[in-house]
């Protein structure tokens, strides 16, 4: 094995024994060892100050029929969360987007575009649950403490190898680069996508919703589909993947809260 690969791999191996050995704390609704760098009044100091920024040039669609839909959703959904965030959630009229959003502290937006696919109350709810259970699993602070140590450990190596030919020193770099972005980041991000999967189940549950309409919802979303990136380099499942998932896992989840 080369020097250069040699170092790649150890320093991706690593990185994906690190976050594990940092992990501060629990998930919420969930077993999983989570690494939270920075407190939850700063995160959701973050999240609103992202949340007006992001909103600035956004059209908000308001005292309609569907964004008065959006409201008794989400207020429905963020009432059996137990968590006292100051819930906001918005509708941006947008019909080409086909998205929602949380940022961090229960700032939820959906967009017009995804509306067609939701089709009613519950497919909504199936999309606000999921979109509500990364705040309550603090996804956010999650991601930018998994960059923190990321960035830290790659800005070490890059510097003890301050004396190699600058050439196999970028190399090395784009390679280690290549390799935490795939090895680690990509699967956190997919790990985060199916979590919150299966905590908007059990909200949706809680809020009186038809789960199965979940499952329906994505299976409308696999049909539209007309290209889909390798699941590799994929920061979210396929939408095929997340219907049959999610699908396995309404028994489980009925039968656990009780419904």
């Not at 299966?198 to 199965?212: K, T």
């Amino acid at each position: 094995m080369r020097a250069s690969t040699y170092l790649i791999a150890l320093a991706t191996t690593t990185l994906l024994f690190l976050i594990p050995v940092l992990g501060c704390g629990n998930v919420p609704h969930s077993d999983r060892s989570q690494l939270r760098l920075i407190d939850e009044s700063t995160e959701i100091e973050m999240g609103a100050d992202a949340y007006a920024e992001l909103l600035k040039d956004k059209k908000i669609e308001t005292g309609t029929a569907n964004a008065l839909l959006v409201q008794q959703v989400g207020q429905r959904l963020a009432g059996v969360s137990g968590k006292s965030y100051e819930w906001e959630f918005k509708l941006i009229q947008d019909d080409a987007t086909v998205n929602a959003f949380c940022l961090p502290g229960g700032k939820i937006a959906v967009y017009t575009g995804i509306l067609p696919f939701t089709q009613n109350a519950d497919g909504l709810a199936a999309v606000m649950g999921h979109e509500i259970a990364h705040a309550l699993a603090h996804h956010g602070a999650e991601r930018v403490s998994q960059q923190m140590v990321t960035q830290g450990a790659l800005g070490a190596i890059e510097m003890s190898l301050g004396n190699a030919d600058p050439g196999v020193r970028q190399g090395i770099m784009a390679g280690l680069g290549l390799g935490t972005e795939v090895g680690f980041v990509l699967p956190y991000s997919r790990l985060h996508e199916n979590e919150a999967d299966s905590i908007g189940l059990r909200l949706m549950v809680r809020a009186g919703y038809d789960l199965h309409e979940a499952v329906r919802l994505w299976e409308r979303m696999a049909a539209a589909e007309t290209s889909a990136r390798p699941a590799l380099l994929s920061t979210h499942p396929a939408p095929a993947d997340r219907a049959r998932t999610i699908a396995a896992q309404i028994p489980t989840v009925v039968a656990e809260e009780g419904k």
